[in-house]
């Protein structure tokens, strides 16, 4: 069954915005009574992450829930994150999206997406260090290969630091947080500065 996932914004106009006309089919409406043991992670600034089970075809799965905390104020912003990484779906290196559901609760919109059961690659540090030399260069390798790979969409991260590249079972790695990729050809209009300090370049 196709779902055609209508956001409401509570504003006068009452707009109403289609995410089919972002998205395609490949990404599911999620219903919210799949996810079980739901719970808090993390917060970062854009969005509220909690970790919860979701039984996908009898299939316990461990996913991230990302929950857009201002998504009436900035809902292009959380659209355009998922519409550029929808388009890097295929990538191993891309940490993979399945789709969207909606709390009960708080009735705002989440998005659902692979679990990395070792965090960032900013809180491994330690750990990688004290790895051997080919540990680190398949790592190295891999964030590489999802760069470029972005990179051939013609997009740009722009906000691409270690707690943005997430890692599981130890050597597989994950680039993250696609919420200020761009294509390229925007970038050269623009001469705003976004990131994190200590990660941009000087100039």
Known sequence: MKYSLLLYIYTKTKTYIT??????????????????NVEYLNKGGFGTIYKAIWSNNNVDEEVILKCHDNLNENLNEFLIEWKYHESCLNYDEIIYFYGFTKSPDTLKYMAVMDYANKGNLRGNLTRIVESGWDKKLCMLYEIISGLKKIHNQNLIHHDFHDGNIL????????????????????????????GVVPFMAPE
């Open 167 to 194: 890692n599981h079972n130890e050597d597989k790695i994950f680039i993250c947080d696609l919420g200020l990729c761009q294509p390229v050809k925007s970038l050269l209009k623009e001469h705003n500065i976004y």
């Open 19 to 36: 995410l089919n006309s972002y998205l395609n089919f490949r990404l599911k409406w999620i219903p919210y009574n799949k996810f079980k």
